[in-house]
């Protein structure tokens, strides 16, 4: 005999959370329940279920909102890093991501060395362009200043 049940956590095999299915009524009653894996398909969890969701989703589109802000406002700073260098404008080293991830942190920005997109380490002095991927949609272009100390 078949019930319906909510999976309240992925289940590997069965489903995602929040997914409706119908399983065995001893493996609903004898592992999913007990395991808090699932919930009887009730009114009350299904309502319950939406709730949640629908918090979630508020939650994701807060988030969203917050790193559109941080991109608007790192979009509008620049990155100043002092480095020593040759008579002929070359580095001593070179300036790397991780460099322009510690500079971006003093100035108030926290953004992680991988979403910094540096196709090679910077080895000149100048204005460079950088490209910063806050999220999967959200790009922002930085410019990086290498000046001599």
Known sequence: MQTEIILMQDVSGLGMQGEVVKVAEGYARNYLF??????????????????EKKRKEAEARRALEQLRQEAERLSQSSCTITVEAGE???????????????????????????????????KELGLYTVEVKLYSDITVSLKVWVVQK
């Not at 070359?90 to 991780?98: D, H, I, N, R, Y």
Request: proline share 8%.
């Open 34 to 51: 007990p395991q808090k894996l699932a919930a009887p398909a009730t009114p009350k969890y299904v309502r319950m279920l939406e709730l």
């Open 88 to 122: 002929d404008g070359k580095l001593f080293g070179s300036v790397t991501a991780q460099d322009i991830a510690d500079s971006l942190a003093q100035a108030g920005f926290t953004v992680d060395k991988k979403k910094i997109n540096l196709a090679e380490p910077i």
